[in-house]
């Protein structure tokens, strides 16, 4: 069943997207907040005894500081689970540090109109919230906040604050940006005329892909190994030239794929997680992508060929030209917003 593709918040206001993978996929949780997986962070020695760290503020945004605790943190968590703005995949750490501040600026914004909106979310519907993420994966009380604790956050009292200020976030979006998108039958069937041949084709591409997996527990030195891995697998693959298969060998983690090198076969674009389908359509035949981080772990994707099928079910294409529609219409309107609020707030960064 087509689940739409639309932008990491709207998406999370809306559905949830399917997964990349060659047989069925795994359904993505349909929750609004899951904890975040680790991405990388910069590994920091142990203080000497009897030392002790002082916080230091890396940027101000009106009256509310961002502290150099909370930069390093979310650099530990997955970048913009509910960003709308996707960005490439950094692969040095002081690009992930300026993307993660850009972002941690943008929060502050959002978390600024939410509060003149007098939005709030309630004890109760933030403890339901954790209490869903916790029963999906399995885990105990005691083992859910050694996850917390892995993710960078000091406390589960520092997580609820966390999933509050998610839950506030996408109220504020549904209230600011998705009550004004506007997508018309006319502009579905354009793109329907335009590119699917009046709804009788549509695309289907066949790929591959190496991925190398990061467990929902895994610390963010463990994550920071793994990113590291993949661009080594990507630096063998597209700079050094080494054959795809041998690099897959020692690269795939994906065990409904490894014998295949990777294989997926051919797909259509909506059966695909919005990250990985997107960068896969912008590729050309024989083109590798940088590192892409889906909610599985890091890719790297080869586009291999492509060719047009006889559309089954112009319902499911309709209903993805319409998600497509809207998840650009929804990113060109939350980047004109916080162009906005950028221009009217006082924003000082201090690294």
């Given at each position: 069943?087509?689940?739409?593709?639309?932008?990491?918040?709207?998406?999370?206001?809306?559905?949830?997207?399917?997964?990349?993978?060659?047989?069925?996929?795994?359904?993505?949780?349909?929750?609004?907040?899951?904890?975040?997986?680790?991405?990388?962070?910069?590994?920091?020695?142990?203080?000497?005894?009897?030392?002790?760290?002082?916080?230091?503020?890396?940027?101000?945004?009106?009256?509310?500081?961002?502290?150099?605790?909370?930069?390093?943190?979310?650099?530990?968590?997955?970048?913009?689970?509910?960003?709308?703005?996707?960005?490439?995949?950094?692969?040095?750490?002081?690009?992930?540090?300026?993307?993660?501040?850009?972002?941690?600026?943008?929060?502050?914004?959002?978390?600024?109109?939410?509060?003149?909106?007098?939005?709030?979310?309630?004890?109760?519907?933030?403890?339901?919230?954790?209490?869903?993420?916790?029963?999906?994966?399995?885990?105990?009380?005691?083992?859910?906040?050694?996850?917390?604790?892995?993710?960078?956050?000091?406390?589960?009292?520092?997580?609820?604050?966390?999933?509050?200020?998610?839950?506030?976030?996408?109220?504020?979006?549904?209230?600011?940006?998705?009550?004004?998108?506007?997508?018309?039958?006319?502009?579905?069937?354009?793109?329907?005329?335009?590119?699917?041949?009046?709804?009788?084709?549509?695309?289907?591409?066949?790929?591959?892909?190496?991925?190398?997996?990061?467990?929902?527990?895994?610390?963010?030195?463990?994550?920071?190994?793994?990113?590291?891995?993949?661009?080594?697998?990507?630096?063998?693959?597209?700079?050094?030239?080494?054959?795809?298969?041998?690099?897959?060998?020692?690269c795939n983690d994906d065990s409904a794929t490894s014998e295949g090198?990777?294989?997926?076969?051919?797909?259509?674009?909506?059966?695909?997680?919005?990250?990985?389908?997107?960068?896969?359509?912008?590729?050309?035949?024989?083109?590798?992508?940088?590192?892409?981080?889906?909610?599985?772990?890091?890719?790297?994707?080869?586009?291999?060929?492509?060719?047009?099928?006889?559309?089954?079910?112009?319902?499911?294409?309709?209903?993805?030209?319409?998600?497509?529609?809207?998840?650009?219409?929804?990113?060109?309107?939350?980047?004109?917003?916080?162009?906005?609020?950028?221009?009217?707030?006082?924003?000082?960064?201090?690294?």
């Amino acid at each position: 069943m087509l689940k739409p593709t639309l932008a990491a918040a709207l998406l999370a206001l809306l559905v949830a997207p399917t997964v990349a993978r060659a047989a069925d996929p795994a359904p993505v949780p349909t929750e609004v907040i899951a904890p975040p997986k680790p991405v990388p962070t910069v590994r920091r020695a142990a203080l000497p005894q009897g030392y002790h760290e002082v916080d230091g503020v890396v940027a101000t945004v009106g009256d509310t500081a961002i502290l150099q605790s909370e930069l390093r943190r979310a650099m530990g968590q997955t970048r913009g689970g509910n960003d709308p703005v996707q960005t490439a995949e950094p692969r040095s750490a002081e690009a992930l540090r300026k993307q993660t501040l850009d972002t941690l600026i943008d929060n502050a914004l959002v978390a600024k109109a939410a509060k003149d909106l007098g939005l709030v979310v309630s004890d109760g519907e933030v403890d339901g919230q954790i209490d869903q993420t916790r029963k999906r994966m399995h885990k105990s009380a005691d083992e859910f906040e050694d996850i917390v604790r892995n993710m960078g956050f000091p406390t589960l009292a520092a997580y609820r604050q966390h999933v509050r200020t998610e839950m506030v976030r996408v109220q504020m979006l549904r209230a600011k940006i998705a009550g004004k998108l506007r997508v018309t039958d006319d502009e579905v069937k354009r793109i329907i005329e335009q590119e699917y041949a009046g709804g009788q084709f549509e695309d289907e591409v066949h790929s591959r892909h190496m991925l190398i997996g990061v467990p929902d527990d895994a610390s963010p030195q463990r994550v920071t190994e793994l990113r590291d891995r993949a661009w080594h697998c990507y630096d063998d693959v597209a700079v050094h030239k080494k054959p795809w298969d041998e690099v897959s060998d020692d690269c795939n983690d994906d065990s409904a794929t490894s014998e295949g090198h990777g294989d997926l076969g051919w797909q259509k674009r909506w059966t695909l997680d919005p990250t990985f389908g997107g960068k896969l359509w912008s590729l050309q035949p024989g083109e590798i992508s940088t590192v892409v981080q889906t909610p599985y772990g890091f890719h790297i994707i080869q586009f291999l060929e492509r060719r047009r099928v006889p559309v089954k079910d112009k319902e499911v294409l309709e209903q993805f030209v319409r998600a497509r529609l809207q998840e650009e219409q929804f990113t060109k309107l939350y980047k004109a917003w916080l162009d906005e609020m950028r221009s009217t707030s006082h924003i000082d960064v201090r690294l």
